[in-house]
């Protein structure tokens, strides 16, 4: 068997020992020392399940999600999908992944080109990772999915509403048939109205498609709707993870039991400012990751110890 033959394992993604730093700068450039954005991460992503990756602010989701997707080099360790340690593979023969494993960014703007029509940016993708192939069906097929047809196919992305755009990011990820899609605070830049209508997409192209997510949210009542298992992250550790109503229902972490407090309060708007205002403090006191590995306090549901 070749490396890139895909074995079907119930585990699409598995993290070993994933360790990322980066040199930390002072305002003159200068390198005073190293953050460990991600600090010896071993986490499993079963094959059609929704991962949640809460924490607060700086905790290192984006950068886990990052190297997950080999879009930052990890500093140690391993990303293995379908079977293949992808930190080991020449970059040459990492095409079939970046094809495979998709993200979905907060800011939509940003990640569209705002002098390309809808249809111009979804091709875009589809020309570099599929070249063999007619982009324009594809792309078409996919905006149509996420609810975009017609001549509006032809705007560009100035000329829609937030929460279109958003869609249009969706279809561009979709429009390769990746297995797995990290969504990146997907819903963050949108208005509440919107945010509801743009979790419902996603769940309905994950049922449709068979699509994998790690589902990275500050939004705890989304997460609690909408994942499977949920991780907890703090300062590049998983603190504690298991099924997601069961973490919401009995954490065992003193920080995840900090998390839900400042979050789950009824208004989502006065919940995010606090988990804000809690994100903003470098260090919270008495909180430190105390232990050094994950203990399985019920089946499934683990907690650093
Ligand atoms: N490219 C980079 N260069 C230097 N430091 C970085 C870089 N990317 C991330 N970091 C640092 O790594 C740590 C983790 O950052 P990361 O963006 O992964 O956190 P996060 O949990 O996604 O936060 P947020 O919820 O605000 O998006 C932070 O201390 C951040 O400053
Ligand atoms: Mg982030």
């Known amino acids: 068997m070749s490396d890139l033959t895909p074995t079907r394992t119930a585990d699409l993604v598995d993290v070993r020992g994933l360790v990322k730093t980066f040199p930390q700068r002072n305002a003159w450039g200068r390198t005073t020392g190293t953050t460990r954005a991600v600090d010896g991460i071993d986490l499993t992503i079963r094959r059609g399940e929704t991962l949640a990756l809460v924490g607060e602010s700086g905790s290192g989701k984006s950068t886990l999600g990052r190297c997950i997707l080999q879009m930052d080099e990890p500093t140690s360790g391993t990303v293995t999908y379908e079977g293949v340690d992808l930190t080991a593979l020449p970059r040459a023969k990492r095409a079939p992944y970046h094809r495979s494993m998709q993200v979905i960014f907060q800011d939509p703007f940003s990640s569209l080109n705002p002098h390309r029509t809808a249809l111009q940016n979804v091709m875009e993708p589809l020309t570099v990772l599929a070249p063999d192939s007619d982009p324009r069906p594809r792309a078409i097929e996919a905006l149509a999915a996420v609810g975009i047809d017609g001549d509006a196919v032809n705007r560009r992305p100035r000329a829609f509403s937030g929460g279109q755009r958003q869609r249009i990011v969706i279809a561009r990820a979709i429009a390769v048939r990746p ?127």
């Open 179 to 305: 297995g797995f899609v990290v969504c990146d605070e997907p819903l963050s830049a949108l208005d509440m109205s919107i945010q509801a209508q743009v979790t419902d997409l996603l769940l309905r192209l994950q049922r449709e498609l068979e699509l994998t997510y790690l589902f990275i949210s500050h939004d705890l009542s989304v997460v609690r709707e909408i994942a499977t298992r949920t991780a907890v992250m703090n300062r590049g550790r998983i603190v504690e993870l298991g099924p997601t109503a069961e973490v919401f229902a009995s954490p065992h972490h003193p920080y995840t039991r900090h998390l839900l407090d400042a979050a789950l309060s009824t208004d989502p708007a006065q919940a995010r400012r606090r988990l804000e205002r809690i994100s903003a403090r470098p260090e919270p006191v008495g909180l430190e990751p105390d232990g050094t590995a994950l203990a399985e306090v019920t089946p499934g549901h683990f907690v650093l110890r």
